[in-house]
């Protein structure tokens, strides 16, 4: 069943001015930040704008101003958590400072749609321009696109400065955690290794390893989605050896638990399972899955609030925005070895 819903006319300046018993003039000046008013004045027109629901216009302000008040975002995969709150949180943060963000889905399997896509955005009529590169091709491409507006690219730091990556900052509260157990055979099942963060996060496991004196018992790898992580450890030789399984996502970690229950293990008693990104759904797990908390949406903030800067400086606060640090969530799929590998 679908449903028109009534569309009320707006409110203008015109029906604030009338309803506040001021010129059209006088609001205006009201809304472009004047504060030369008698505080009558002032009660009057603000208590009017509340009363209509008053909404600027921003096309016209735009076609006024001969500014742009959209910001394009190229995305990739947003069917992942980590992309798609990052979005979320972009969009929250451009509509705060009274920009729409458009969102454009990218391939970077398909070159053509790809290119086309990075034309059709600069084309528009827009103040600026986010892209997220997860991936090695797109990040090839979009680094050598040309623009004309400001751009901020969102991507993994490289090897060099892989410790600033905060995918990577993750895995050494996990790792501290599973020695505090009293584990020493920890195997990883990583991500994509087309994905910079799959990279980084399978670096950092071996560095906060590496500090322990140990390094992983085996490795193998999924594609982020439950399916890849039962099909791993479904063909996991070497989790007889092991009893602790890290995961590079939560996704991840539900099929690589069915699979281990489906293998005989029992996870923790005789495999610990930790995942990453802490999901809604990773305290229903069976058992609920111990995971690092990931602020995707924070990212996504500093990412368009850092553009502002560029494009609008009146609109942020100044100042670098603080990343939040991954959080380690505990809970039941980690417990102490209780019996040596099998």
Do not use: C
């Not at 799959?198 to 982020?224: D, I, K, M, Q, S």
């Not at 229950?261 to 990104?277: A, K, L, N, Q, Y």
């Amino acid at each position: 069943m679908v449903t028109e819903l009534p569309q009320p006319k707006p409110a203008t300046i015109y029906d604030v001015a009338r309803e506040a018993k001021v010129s059209h003039q006088t609001v205006a000046l009201y809304l472009r930040g004047h504060t030369g008013f008698r505080a009558e004045t002032r009660e009057r027109v603000e208590r009017a704008l509340r009363d209509l629901n008053y909404r600027p216009n921003r096309a016209a302000r735009a076609l006024a101003t001969r500014r742009s008040y959209r910001i394009a975002a190229l995305v990739y995969e947003m069917l992942e958590i980590g992309p798609a709150k990052t979005i979320q949180g972009a969009a929250e943060r451009a509509r705060e400072a009274g920009y729409l963000l458009d969102v454009v889905a990218v391939d970077p399997d398909d070159a053509s749609a790809l290119d086309r896509a990075i034309e059709t955005v600069d084309a528009q009529d827009v103040a600026g321009v986010v892209a997220f590169a997860p991936v090695d091709q797109l990040l090839g491409r979009l680094e050598g696109a040309t623009f004309h507006v400001p751009v901020l690219l969102e991507t993994e730091p490289g090897d060099e400065a892989q410790a600033e990556s905060i995918h990577s900052r993750g895995l050494d509260p996990i790792v501290d955690h599973l020695v505090g157990l009293g584990h020493t055979r920890i195997g990883y099942l990583g991500g994509p290794p087309d994905w910079l963060a799959a990279r980084n996060r399978e670096t950092a496991l071996r560095e906060a390893l590496a500090r322990h004196g140990l390094e992983p018992a085996g490795v193998v790898y999924g594609n982020w989605s439950s399916a890849s992580g039962h099909a791993a450890v479904l063909g996991a030789g070497w989790l007889e050896d092991v009893t602790a399984l890290v995961v590079a996502n939560d996704q991840t970690a539900l099929g690589a638990i069915l699979a281990l229950t489906e293998r005989g293990f029992r996870v923790p008693d005789d495999i610990s399972v930790t995942g990453f990104d802490d999901t809604p759904e990773a305290a229903f797990y069976r058992p609920p899955l111990t995971t690092v908390r990931i602020d995707y949406a924070q990212q996504g903030r500093d990412l368009v609030e850092r553009l502002l800067a560029r494009i609008d400086p009146d609109t942020v606060g100044g100042g670098e925005p603080a990343t939040r640090a991954p959080e380690l969530v505990i809970r039941a799929s980690t417990a102490p070895p209780s019996m040596p590998a099998r």
